[in-house]
């Protein structure tokens, strides 16, 4: 909402100033934060209207739409590889992703806390901004709430996002079947280690950096390379790992799953902080990994488009599903043992996203 | 994600139990507090589903998407005529709604404080189903965050509503024309008021009742009755009340408004609650008003059927859009003076939705 009498108060203080419960009020101050801070970042015409929502073109003929959000509370804010902004995008433009849809729009809503750094708050836009540019997503509309001090923690982020769904492509949870074949995109624990490290000030601090990504391009590759159909299962392993993911989906297919534990690609720091820590990182979460379930006749063309993206140079052939009425998933070790990995029991990492 | 493996669990105790870290982990408590509350209380195909979004028909040929999102924060999270469930889709029904759209999915984002009693959110859960029912929603996928205790404030709520926008529907802040008439649905202020009633335990606590209501009924009934051209502008007058929604319109449309002040209708406990807290009701919160600008010739039709609501039985013409380049928004009181109704400045009433 520009306005000719908004131009006469005095702009935002960006470098010192901080947030204040009038920024949520629905007034003078929520108007400038809106036009000075979020309209300028995102710019595009929808957010520029300064309606209550936007008006979007329909998708295209024969395509559905998808839906998904994600709430970010992340500590801290701002962590090697990203931030809350970044990871807001990620997280939704993941989901909408992994259900095979062509992400288009995103709404962003805040949570701030009183008191919290402008400044803060407007790198972490800006971040979102850029995030949202790479990934060809745009933040078309938004909501600013401010609670006093002591009733949040600096920025909490609800993105929602709306998605193409192409005709042809149905990837879910409950596709699997026993013999598809279990691949990943690259090395796992990457995510929750940079803010665990970060956390704890561990030596490792500057090695491990999140893995944060939007994961379209890479799923717009597979569905490139081979038939919709023979893509079963696409699914990011965030918030309880790998481990938590392939429960999920070996609980909605009806399948068991066998999983080769040297295939499993861990970079070394990640390895090293996860002994430090007692942690498996099978456990810990990514921001920017594909896991994908396909027929076994189209796994070699699959392995081939993920190696071939930029996001997949370290992709792996990991496992199967196999035909097993108990629904488990279980780990071939490098001594040729085997163990039974499963749901993730509690919580090892508070906050992690 | 139901699951076999997950009814061995101890079921949720939905009557003693708390939140804990664990339910936001993305392991078996969460899935068990997706399975055993919310995915029962929204009961629908998509949730079961447990995939990470929801796939959705596109609108009918011709029908544009309006996305809107909000978070409530509302404090307290029980308040007289509703809580911050039934709150969060009324709020976010409503924005579509003002837009001309058929609201038609939710998305529902929770960030719960570790300790929050599960028997109320329980009781917000059930609230915010009923609320989606009786407005024609379904809430199709979500998402759950816990934080630790003192980083939050029981739940925060943000939902995001997709709709579907008719041809020739295109209501916005900025259509407004010198000579409009602006009518309003009801009385206001009696959101705000109730809010701040309970939280200073005055005496009028017991008479002053939320508003808190879906509009979408109420727009499709105007759309009914007169062309949709003549709909100039629709909003909700919430945070910063009917003076700063009418500033926003002013300011969006360039153009000015004058308004009888003794037309605009305000409780007698309402009244007498904003004189003892110094108050001015044109700044207090609505959660469950329209304010309508449409063309001179159908001001009659749109005033009838507004009246012809359940929700718009109190309606008035208020006054009407002036030629202003200087966009003031007008009162003339009821001793024939003249006031200007600026923007709100600061925050009066936080955390009232």
């Known amino acids: ?52 929502g936007a008006v979007l073109p329909a998708p295209g003929p024969g395509e559905r739409l998808v839906m998904a959000t994600d709430a970010h509370v992340v500590s801290p804010l701002f962590f090697r590889g990203g931030d809350i902004g970044s990871l807001s995008v990620h997280g939704t433009v993941n989901d909408l992703a992994v259900m095979g849809a062509r992400p288009l729009y ?3 809503s805040f949570i701030l806390e009183e008191g919290f750094p402008l400044a803060d708050l407007a790198r972490i836009v800006d971040s979102m901004a850029a995030a949202a540019r790479a990934a060809g997503v745009a933040v078309v509309t938004g909501d600013t709430k401010v609670v006093e001090q002591g009733k949040g923690d600096g920025v909490f982020i609800t993105t929602t996002g709306i998605g193409a769904l192409p005709a042809g492509r149905d990837p879910g949870g409950a596709q699997a ?23 704890e ?3 490792f601090d500057a090695e491990i950096v999140s893995d944060s990504a939007p994961l379209n391009g890479l799923v717009e590759a597979l569905y490139a390379a081979v038939p919709a159909a023979a893509i079963r299962v696409l699914r990011d392993p965030t918030r309880g790992g790998l481990a938590t993911t392939l429960n999920e989906i070996a609980t909605q297919s009806g399948v068991g799953m066998t999983l080769e534990e040297a ?53 792996a052939r990991i496992g199967a599903a196999t035909a097993d009425a108990q629904h488990f998933v279980q780990v071939r070790t490098a001594l040729g043992g085997r163990r039974m990995v499963d749901w993730l029991a509690g919580e090892q990492l508070p906050r992690i996203c």
């Open 1 to 52: 909402m520009p306005s000719a009498r908004l131009a006469h108060a005095r702009p935002l203080d960006l470098r010192n100033g901080r947030i204040e419960l009038a920024f949520g009020a629905g007034g003078r101050a929520m108007a400038q934060l809106i036009t000075e801070l979020f309209a300028r970042a995102f710019a595009n015409d929808w957010l520029a209207r300064g309606d209550d």
């Open 106 to 108: 995103l709404a962003a």
């Open 177 to 199: 079947r026993p013999g598809d074949v279990v691949l990943l995109s690259g090395r796992i624990g990457d995510h929750g280690m940079a803010i665990m490290a970060q956390r």
């Open 201 to 203: 000030s561990l030596a």
């Open 263 to 315: 295939a499993i690609p861990v970079a070394p720091q990640v390895h090293a902080a996860c002994e430090l820590l007692g942690l498996d990182p099978l456990y810990v979460a990514n921001e920017g990994k594909l896991v994908v379930l396909c027929a076994p006749a189209h796994a070699d063309a699959v392995l081939a488009a993920l190696r071939a993206h930029p996001l997949g140079t370290e992709a």
